[in-house]
């Protein structure tokens, strides 16, 4: 996959191991992407909660991290 040519990426099991390892690399690596991760949740304010606990566990920059958009 070209970074030139990439508007959207989507990450399945984006928590625990991939999180960590995966993400802070997409995102450097996609500068202008949007990267959607795939959660389980049961509603939107359990899904904003796992967001934001795993953009805390890899320590993304504020502005890296509006590019991360959590989908149930």
Do not use: H
């Not at 399945?12 to 690596?29: D, I, Q």
């Not at 500068?31 to 993304?60: D, G, H, K, M």
């Amino acid at each position: 996959m070209s970074s030139d040519n990439c508007n959207a990426v989507l990450v399945t099991g984006a928590s625990g191991f991939l999180a960590g390892e995966l993400l802070p690399r997409l995102v450097k690596k996609y500068l202008e992407s949007t990267i959607y991760i795939l959660l389980r949740a049961e509603n939107n304010s359990q899904l904003a909660e796992r967001r934001e606990a795993i953009l805390n566990f890899v320590n993304l920059s504020p502005q890296a991290a509006t590019r991360i958009v959590a989908l149930a």
